[in-house]
Nanobody, 120 residues
Framework: VQLQASGGGLVQAGGSLRLSCTAS????????MEWYRQTPGKQRELVAS???????NYLEAVKDRFTISRDNTKNTVYLQMNALKPADTAVYYC???????????????WGQGTQVTVSS
């Protein structure tokens, strides 16, 4: 199983970006899908999560600006980021708990990270 993230880039403050992350491989089902971010010298922090039923949670600092969603038919999670601030600059990682097809066991997987840079 692999998670492939995309959509990062450089944007001015107040702008928008949309991140995508697709899970592929021997997948039976995908449970929680999440976005984390990390800046140098700091711990990775959970930005947003979404269950397979569509229930969402957000870091307080991004509420009302970021929206997490998913397409279960494509095993893909999205993070729409609006009104971006320089403080949102970080490497963003996707994460998913996947039930693999072969054993029906649940495993955690990380994507490779995508850089988001917000200039002031």
């Amino acid at each position: 199983v692999q998670l492939q993230a995309s959509g990062g880039g450089l944007v001015q403050a107040g702008g928008s970006l949309r991140l995508s992350c697709t899970a592929s491989g021997s997948i039976f089902s995908v449970n929680n899908m999440e976005w984390y971010r990390q800046t140098p010298g700091k711990q990775r922090e959970l930005v947003a999560s979404i269950t397979d039923a569509g229930h969402t949670n957000y870091l307080e600092a991004v509420k009302d600006r970021f929206t997490i969603s998913r397409d279960n038919t494509k095993n893909t999670v999205y993070l729409q980021m609006n009104a971006l601030k320089p403080a949102d600059t970080a490497v963003y990682y996707c994460f998913a708990r996947v039930v693999v097809r072969t054993t029906h066991n649940l495993y955690p997987y990380w994507g490779q990270g995508t850089q988001v840079t917000v200039s002031s």
